[in-house]
Structure formats: structure tokens, C-alpha cells
């Protein structure tokens, strides 16, 4: 987790020598969410801890393995897209965090599940 913590903070150049060489978790978040990120990725570790189950973190990539069974997982934050001229006429785009944060099961499109911040449920820690 610290690493982590201390990984996210550095430039890209900086961060990608920095994930080569130490075990990042897979959380893709602007800066003022990652103290949140942090925590969802921390009750998730004791929790699978408490349960038995393990949280592996190799080549880039965070996995959980339960019963023998491995899923690759990540913790992001939804963005919207927004459209703009650029400074030479043509149309850009451009996306904008949006402070609601997601838990996500990985992989095909009929594996993948994910579970995101709401206004009904509340955030992902609760």
C-alpha cells in the first residue's frame, strides 16, 4: 500500500521506472482521490485477509485469489468526456474526473463486474 501511495505521486516518466521495479496496486484515480482509493484498497485487503483469501500484485496488474480461483481487480474513477475546439480549429476531447470512484472485477465482458459510488447505496466504503 505504500508503495503505492508513493508511486502514484510521481510523474508519469517517473512513475513507470517506479512500477517497474516495485508492486503497485491497480488504482487509477486523480490526486485528490487517491487518500479514498487508498482505503477502498485497504478494507478489501483485510477483508480478503480475514476471510483467507490472498491479494497478489504482478506485472502491473492486482489480482485476488479465492478458493483457487484468481480475478484480476482495480479501483478507478468514472470520468466525462468533454468536447472543445482546440487551439487550432478542430474539434478535441478532453476527459474530467468525476470524484465517483469504481471497484472492478476485471475481464470479459460477461466476467467483468463493477461497483461504483451511488446516491442510493453511498460510497463504495460504506
Known amino acids: 500500500m505504500l508503495s503505492t501511495k508513493e508511486g502514484v505521486n510521481?510523474?508519469?516518466e517517473q512513475r513507470a521506472a517506479y512500477f517497474d521495479q516495485s508492486k503497485l496496486l491497480a488504482v487509477y484515480v486523480s490526486p485528490e482521490m487517491l487518500p479514498r482509493a487508498l482505503n477502498i484498497m485497504d478494507l478489501l485487503l483485510?477483508?480478503?485477509r480475514f476471510k483467507g483469501h490472498q491479494l497478489i500484485v504482478e506485472q502491473r496488474q492486482t489480482y485476488v485469489v479465492v478458493s483457487g480461483e484468481r480475478f484480476e481487480i482495480s479501483v478507478g474513477e468514472k470520468n466525462r468526456r468533454v468536447e472543445f475546439i482546440d487551439n487550432y480549429g478542430h474539434p478535441s476531447r478532453d476527459l474530467h474526473p468525476t470524484g465517483v470512484l469504481y471497484l472492478k472485477r476485471?475481464?470479459?465482458?460477461t466476467r467483468a463486474k463493477e461497483w461504483k459510488d451511488g446516491a442510493k447505496k453511498?460510497?463504495?466504503e460504506q
Open 10 to 12: 510521481k510523474v508519469w
Open 46 to 48: 483485510k477483508g480478503l
Open 106 to 109: 476485471e475481464g470479459r465482458s
Open 122 to 124: 453511498g460510497t463504495l
